[in-house]
């Protein structure tokens, strides 16, 4: 962080080669689009390059990277009407997975941003539930809260396309 911060580019160019696949992953699970989730992306690491100095020797990289791209992508979806696109319908070889799929990303696509969010970033980022609040700047019990009810509502969208969805590690118990 110190080479970057003192303005080398090549600790930019390892940072890129780190974290851009994951950002741009991250950007077009939130924005839907492939080029705004490119441009999103390379704002990002503009935007680490320009507030570099900011950053905390303390602070975690990742998070203050994610939450970067996470208020870019906000500011794009304030500033454009969501439109829904429709879906790649292309089906390949594995049909049933092909079509779970597209069914998991049009239902996530349909959910409000407060749980689209939270199981974007730990569901499929798998970025932890602390580092996944401190992104979004909330609790971890809030967070927690948000990613039970995006499941629950996630699965009800889902209904019969898929028997089960992630489920909360301590709900094997009986109840008498």
Known sequence: MSLL???????????????????????????????????????????????????????????????????LCIDRIRQQPLVDLPMDATVGAPEDQTALQIAVRQALNELPQEYREPLILCDVEEITANEAAEILDLSVPALKSRLYRGRRALKERLGPAVEEFPREKHRHQKSD
Do not use: H
């Open 5 to 71: 911060a003192s303005g080398d580019g090549s600790a930019l160019g390892e940072l890129y080669a780190l974290y851009a696949p994951r950002i741009y992953r991250y950007t077009y699970r939130m924005l839907n689009n492939a080029a705004d989730a490119e441009d999103a992306t390379q704002e990002t690491f503009y935007r680490v390059m320009r507030k570099s100095r900011d950053l905390r020797a303390d602070a975690a990289f990742r998070t203050w990277i994610f939450r970067i791209a996470r208020n």
